[in-house]
């Protein structure tokens, strides 16, 4: 992680989008964000193997597994309330992305136990299905 010349993939123009976070306009934000996410993970990879990838035009999403560790030591996903399915989709000028948005629960280490509001109860009637 923290490959500055990541941002070369970029149009000057290029947004970018990540829950939680919000947008980043141009290479010079999506570079902030990179290194934001960067001071809370220590370690990501991909199981590019399992990818689903789709394209149609200038679009292709990816559809995969992460795993990491945080700068906490939280090992990631835990397999009860962090899954690490992430989905992006990708929009290109030529080579070059113009658009990327990102889709999956930023919460690697876990810590909003609660989840979505009605959650932990739905979990607790499935389990005594």
């Not at 149009?11 to 980043?24: L, N």
């Not at 292709?60 to 989905?87: A, H, K, N, W």
């Not at 509001?117 to 607790?124: H, K, L, Q, Y």
């Amino acid at each position: 992680m923290g490959d500055p010349s990541v941002t070369d993939l970029f149009t000057p123009d290029a947004v970018m989008f990540y829950p939680k976070f919000g947008y980043a306009r141009g290479p010079a934000q999506i570079a902030v964000f990179a290194r934001g996410l960067a001071r809370g993970i220590a370690e990501l990879g991909h199981e590019i193997d399992g990818f689903t990838v789709l394209s149609s035009g200038d679009h292709v999403i990816v559809e995969g597994v992460e795993r990491g560790t945080t700068t906490s030591g939280v090992t990631f996903p835990d397999g009860e309330s962090t899954y690490g399915l992430f989905c992006n989709v990708f929009e290109f000028e030529g080579e070059l992305i113009t658009r990327l948005h990102i889709y999956v629960d930023p919460d690697f280490a876990a810590t909003d136990e609660d989840g979505v509001a009605w959650g932990r109860s739905v979990r607790e009637d499935i389990a005594n299905l």
